[in-house]
C-alpha cells in the first residue's frame, strides 16, 4: 500500500495535470489526418474529360487527406491518364464499361458504391451539375447517408457551408455520416490544373448490375462558342427580347463579338426563345465569369442565384427600376432593340 506522504505527493501531482486535461480542447492529430479519404468523381463525354469536374479534386485536397479520382465510361483509359496528371491525386480507380458511358444514375450509382466500399472512403465529391445532382442522391440512399449539397466551403472535414433560399442565406452543417457525400458549387473551386503529377491508374470495382433503364438518344444543342458553366464572359436574354427571332438577331452578334457565351433567363426558355441548356438560376445553371451581360432580364431573385458571384456585372433593360440594376456594377437603361445593336457595332470597331 502507498503511505499517506506518498498518496499526498501522487495527488498534488496529478491534481494540475488532469485540470488541464479536462479543459483543453482534444485537437486532431496527424495520425487522423491521414485517416481522412476523398474520391473525387470526375465526369467525361466521348472519351475527353470533363475539366469542370476537376473542382471536385480542389474541394478535396482542402481536406487534408488523401485523394483518389474516379472515372467509367467506354475505353476510358485515355481519361484516366490525364486525370492521373492532376497534382495530387494518388490514384485514379477506371472502370471501362460501355454501360457507364452516358452516366445513367440507376446502374452508375451501384457501381460508385461498391468502389467507395472497398476503397473504405470518407468523402465522395462531385459537381453540382447535372450529372453529380442525377448519381450521388442514390449513392447517398445506398450507403444510408445524408447528402450535403451545393457547398461553396470546407469549415473542417465534417463541416460545410452552402447556400439557401436562393442563395439568401448561408448556412453552416456539420455531418456526422461515416461517409459524407458531397456536392460543390463549380463556381467556389477553381478547378485543378492538370500538371505533372503521377498517379497510379487502377481497375475499379465492376458489379455490372442489371438496370431496367436504356440509354435511347440524346438531341443537343451544339455551338461553336465557350461553354456557359465555365466561360469568362457570357451575356444573357430575357423576356425582353420578345421571341426566338429577335433572341437570335439581337444576342448572338453581342456574344460572338464578346467572344461569349450566350445565357438565358427561365423566362426566355420557357417562352422558346433560348434552348433549356441554357438556362441561368436557380433551377438551371450557375455562373461566375468575370462579365456577366443581362439584356432585357428583369433580375428575379431565381436568375440573380444563379450569376451574382460574377466579378462585373452588366444590365441593359428599359425598365430603370428592374431589381436586375440591384445588383448591376454597371446599368443601361433603355430600349434593347436600340441599345445592343449600337453596343456591338462599337464593340467591332
Excluded: C
Excluded at 56 to 74: D, E
Excluded at 137 to 150: G, N
Excluded at 167 to 195: C, L, Q, Y
Aim: no cysteine; charged share 20%; proline share 5%.
Amino acid at each position: 500500500m502507498l503511505s499517506t506522504t506518498t498518496r499526498r505527493a501522487f495527488s498534488a501531482l496529478t491534481r494540475p495535470t488532469l485540470q488541464n486535461a479536462l479543459h483543453t480542447p482534444l485537437r486532431p492529430t496527424p495520425a487522423l489526418h491521414r485517416l481522412l479519404s476523398a474520391l473525387a468523381v470526375l465526369e467525361q463525354r466521348d472519351g475527353k474529360l470533363n475539366a469542370g469536374s476537376l473542382s471536385a479534386i480542389t474541394a478535396a485536397q482542402k481536406l487534408g487527406g488523401s485523394i483518389h479520382a474516379f472515372v467509367a465510361g467506354s475505353s476510358i483509359k485515355p481519361v484516366a491518364e490525364e486525370a492521373a496528371k492532376v497534382d495530387g491525386v494518388e490514384k485514379v480507380i477506371a472502370v471501362d464499361n460501355a454501360a457507364y458511358e452516358k452516366g445513367l444514375p440507376e446502374n452508375y450509382a451501384p457501381l460508385l458504391v461498391e468502389n467507395i466500399k472497398k476503397g473504405g472512403y470518407t468523402h465522395v465529391i462531385a459537381g453540382h451539375t447535372a450529372f453529380g445532382k442525377n448519381l450521388l442522391p442514390r449513392v447517398a440512399a445506398l450507403l444510408d447517408s445524408q447528402q450535403i449539397s451545393d457547398i461553396t466551403a470546407i469549415e473542417n472535414d465534417k463541416t460545410f457551408v452552402r447556400p439557401i433560399y436562393a442563395g439568401n442565406a448561408i448556412a453552416t452543417v456539420e455531418s456526422s455520416d461515416d461517409i459524407k457525400i458531397i456536392t460543390i458549387r463549380g463556381t467556389a473551386f477553381p478547378a485543378a490544373s492538370i500538371g505533372s503529377g503521377s498517379a497510379a491508374i487502377e481497375d475499379g470495382v465492376d458489379p455490372k448490375v442489371e438496370s431496367a433503364t436504356e440509354w435511347v438518344s440524346e438531341d443537343l444543342a451544339k455551338s461553336d462558342r465557350p461553354d456557359l458553366a465555365t466561360a469568362p464572359r457570357v451575356v444573357s436574354g430575357g423576356r425582353g427580347l420578345k421571341s426566338k427571332d429577335d433572341f437570335d438577331k439581337i444576342m448572338l452578334p453581342l456574344a460572338d463579338t464578346l467572344g461569349a457565351a450566350v445565357g438565358a433567363s427561365r423566362a426566355a426558355v420557357d417562352s422558346g426563345y433560348a434552348d433549356n441548356s441554357l438556362q441561368v438560376g436557380q433551377t438551371g445553371k450557375v455562373v461566375a465569369p468575370q462579365l456577366y451581360l443581362a439584356v432585357g432580364i428583369s433580375g428575379a431573385i431565381q436568375h440573380l442565384a444563379g450569376m451574382k458571384d460574377s466579378k462585373v456585372i452588366a444590365a441593359i433593360n428599359k425598365d430603370g427600376d428592374a431589381p436586375i440594376f440591384q445588383v448591376a456594377d454597371v446599368g443601361l437603361v433603355g430600349d434593347l432593340f436600340e441599345k445592343v445593336p449600337e453596343l456591338t457595332e462599337k464593340l467591332k470597331a
